[in-house]
Each structure stands twice: as structure tokens, then as C-alpha cells.
T-cell receptor, first 111, second 113 residues
Framework: EAGVAQSPRYKIIEKRQSVAFWCNPI?????LYWYQQILGQGPKLLIQ????????DSQLPKDRFSAERLKGVDSTLKIQPAKLEDSAVYLC?????????FGPGTRLTVT | AQSVTQLGSHVSVSEGALVLLRCNYS??????LFWYVQYPNQGLQLLLK??????LVKGINGFEAEFKKSETSFHLTKPSAHMSDAAEYFC???????????FGAGTRLTVKP
């Protein structure tokens, strides 16, 4: 079975620019998560989808971050405008019966 | 709310030596506990998890962890370290399998030849 796919793997942007990340979960997985992992810290949940509905977005900075999961499959996470403190690895994970499968992540550097 | 504390951000052991990575949790209800490993530029890989039942949990790559409720601990061990074990290790806690998972800050394991 193919794993969780993410793109791009690396992105460098200047502050105040916009950026989008894409995630393709494992086929059939209803639950999709986006995590932010800042250097030296553990991953922090940003948003959780169940099919195409949001289950938990309590830690998503909604003034600049947005996410969608159209048709309950792929998902995109957008940051607009980016700040220096957004530099991190953004991890996508999917699950069907609770066991989370993580993608390789997108490393974002904001300069 | 649940939380995790990993003692020691960096652990260094010699090849063949015992690996011990410490994790203490806080949870208002019986927790689900996890250990993940992250190799450079890769995602998180599940090593093992505790949900219910036997408190000694065996995982992949020879790792195991013991749930000790009285000590609120879930330390990760491996009898003999291998060079390929060098990675970042994360302990995590959740209220169930699908609930928000709270991660510790991670412990970087270095294995010396």
C-alpha cells in the first residue's frame, strides 16, 4: 500500500508571501491530520478532518492558516501571509481505524 | 488535558549498550501511549503503542516499553543499541486512538561506534 504523499518536500519563501502544501492520504483513510513541527519540538496538531468535515481546528491560527479537504481525499494547507515563526516541518497523517500513518513532511523556511 | 514530558533532549549510548529513553505523561483518564521514531528528513514511524491490557509492549526493531500507572511513565528500552537506531524519538499520549495526540519534545538518540 502506498504511504501518505506530501509535496513539495522543501519550500523557501520570504515573509508575507503565501505558500500552499498538498497531502494525498492513504486510499480509504477517512481521517486526515495536519501537524506543525517546529525545530526542537514535538509535532502539534493544526487541524483534523473526518472525510471532508473539520473535527478539530482549535490550534489552527485562522488569521493566516487555512485548510481544506475537498471530496474527502486530498488536502491542502495554506499560509497567507507567512511569518518567520512559521518556519517548521508540516506533517500530514491519515488514519482509518486509529493507527496514524505520517507522510514525509514539507520543510518550510521563511526568510 | 493530557501532556507528555520526555526527560533528556539528547541521549548518547555506545553500540551494544542499553537504550533507555524516558517519558512521563499526564492524563485525567486512562491514556493511550505511543512511541514514534523519526529519521532525518522523514515522517514519523510508529514503534509501539499501549492501549489496554499487557503493560509491557513490544514494538519493531527490538524496542519495548512498559506502562507504569503508579509512576505515570512509559519509558522506551532496547537491550542493545545499533548504529541504525540513531534518530529522534517522540513519546505521545491521547485519550483514544483518534483523539488529538499530544507529543513530547523529542529525544535525539546518538549511537557511538
Amino acid at each position: 500500500e502506498a504511504g501518505v504523499a506530501q509535496s513539495p518536500r522543501y519550500k523557501i519563501i520570504e515573509k508575507r508571501q503565501s505558500v500552499a502544501f498538498w497531502c494525498n492520504p492513504i486510499s480509504g483513510h477517512a481521517t486526515l491530520y495536519w501537524y506543525q513541527q517546529i525545530l526542537g519540538q514535538g509535532p502539534k496538531l493544526l487541524i483534523q478532518f473526518q472525510n471532508n468535515g473539520v473535527v478539530d481546528d482549535s490550534q489552527l491560527p485562522k488569521d493566516r492558516f487555512s485548510a481544506e479537504r475537498l471530496k474527502g481525499v486530498d488536502s491542502t494547507l495554506k499560509i497567507q501571509p507567512a511569518k518567520l515563526e512559521d518556519s517548521a516541518v508540516y506533517l500530514c497523517a491519515s488514519s482509518s481505524s486509529g493507527f496514524k500513518n505520517f507522510g514525509p513532511g514539507t520543510r518550510l523556511t521563511v526568510t | 488535558a493530557q501532556s507528555v514530558t520526555q526527560l533528556g533532549s539528547h541521549v548518547s549510548v555506545s553500540e551494544g549498550a542499553l537504550v533507555l529513553l524516558r517519558c512521563n505523561y499526564s492524563s485525567s483518564v486512562p491514556p493511550y501511549l505511543f512511541w514514534y521514531v523519526q529519521y532525518p528528513n522523514q515522517g514519523l514511524q510508529l514503534l509501539l503503542k499501549y492501549t489496554t491490557g499487557a503493560t509491557l509492549v513490544k514494538g519493531i526493531n527490538g524496542f519495548e516499553a512498559e506502562f507504569k500507572k503508579s509512576e505515570t511513565s512509559f519509558h522506551l528500552t532496547k537491550p542493545s543499541a545499533h548504529m541504525s537506531d540513531a534518530a529522534e524519538y517522540f513519546c505521545a499520549v491521547s485519550l483514544d486512538n483518534n483523539n488529538d495526540m499530544r507529543f513530547g519534545a523529542g529525544t535525539r538518540l546518538t549511537v557511538k561506534p
